[in-house]
């Protein structure tokens, strides 16, 4: 049975998805409409930001609550940083997708797809199962091959910082799921007698 505190920290982890979701419909209202969206200080850091940026702050509070048991043990960082990057990149699918939608290639589908199986895969990590940490590198790395494949072909220009912060999250998340796959291996080698 899960403690409060655990689930206090998946509820405001929900939030965090919920306010994300609310960022999508921000971003398409102004992407698709006659409005152009209100900015702040510079152009980039608009409302859909600011809400991401609000999603994300959510996210990284409601994990730190509902990993709190496992943060004091060893792995336990890696698997904060392992959820929350998942969390940040699923955003970060949401907030691009709005640039995809003029585009013929239909890209759009899978993106909101991977970022709604990210979304709800990422309480999995928290059950320390070397069968999920196997998917969800998996899954990554293709992730992270499908986000490469745009400006390997020169569809998408690597330089744009949506798509490099993309595939940097995705590389990093690869890798801390890697280590956390590696450290649940070697805590089942049998102990010599």
């Given at each position: 049975?899960?403690?409060p ?9 929900g939030a965090?998805?919920a306010?994300?979701?609310l960022?999508?419909?921000?971003r398409?209202?102004y ?13 980039w850091?608009d ?9 994300g702050a ?7 609550q ?11 960082w890696?698997l904060y ?10 955003t ?8 995809h ?5 239909g890209?759009?589908?899978?993106m909101?797809?991977?970022?709604v ?8 990590l928290?059950?320390?199962s070397r069968?999920?940490?196997g998917v969800?590198?998996?899954?990554v790395g ?6 490469l494949?745009g ?11 949506l798509?490099?912060s ?14 956390l ?13």
């Amino acid at each position: 049975m899960a403690r409060p505190r655990e689930v206090r920290g998946w509820l405001v982890y929900g939030a965090g998805v919920a306010v994300a979701f609310l960022m999508l419909a921000f971003r398409l209202y102004y992407a698709t409409g006659s409005v152009a969206s209100p900015f702040f200080v510079v152009l980039w850091v608009d409302i859909p930001f600011v809400i991401a940026i609000l999603a994300g702050a959510l996210a990284a509070v409601g994990l730190q609550q509902a990993l709190w048991y496992s943060l004091v043990r060893p792995g336990g960082w890696p698997l904060y940083l392992a959820s929350l990057l998942m969390f940040v990149v699923a955003t970060l699918f949401l907030y691009s997708l709005p640039n995809h939608l003029a585009s013929a290639t239909g890209f759009y589908l899978p993106m909101f797809t991977a970022a709604v199986v990210l979304f709800v895969y990422t309480p999995t990590l928290s059950y320390g199962s070397r069968f999920f940490y196997g998917v969800a590198a998996a899954g990554v790395g293709i992730l992270l091959v499908a986000s490469l494949y745009g400006p390997a072909t020169g569809a998408a220009p690597i330089t744009n910082p949506l798509i490099a912060s993309t595939i940097a999250a995705e590389g990093l998340l690869l890798l801390l799921v890697l280590r956390l796959l590696q450290v649940s291996l070697q805590g089942s080698r049998p102990v010599p007698a």
